[in-house]
């Protein structure tokens, strides 16, 4: 059990921010986001509308983590 324990000595590790940017997921939402928007548009009816809070979420996908849209710094 001990050896889950980290040694003496060693501090905390520093912060590292996340790229998002650099992920294949990213890069594919980012791509490929306005034409999947406007294909929906074009090819729904008003029955079958696209909810705003989809589009919205991805929007939120492509800011967060970019330093650009602002950060949170924890006290």
């Known amino acids: 059990m001990a050896a889950l324990l980290p040694s003496a000595g060693t501090g905390p590790t520093p912060y590292r921010r996340r790229r998002p940017e650099r992920t294949l997921l990213y890069r594919a939402v980012q791509s490929h986001l ?3 928007l406007a294909l ?3 090819g729904c009816d008003d029955a079958d509308p696209l909810a705003g809070y ?3 979420e991805f929007r939120r996908y ?3 983590g970019i330093l650009a ?3 949170v710094v924890a006290d």
Do not use: A, D, F
């Open 40 to 42: 929906h548009r074009s």
């Open 34 to 36: 306005e034409t999947w």
């Open 54 to 56: 989809v589009e919205r």
């Open 62 to 64: 492509l800011e967060c």
């Open 69 to 71: 849209h602002g950060s």
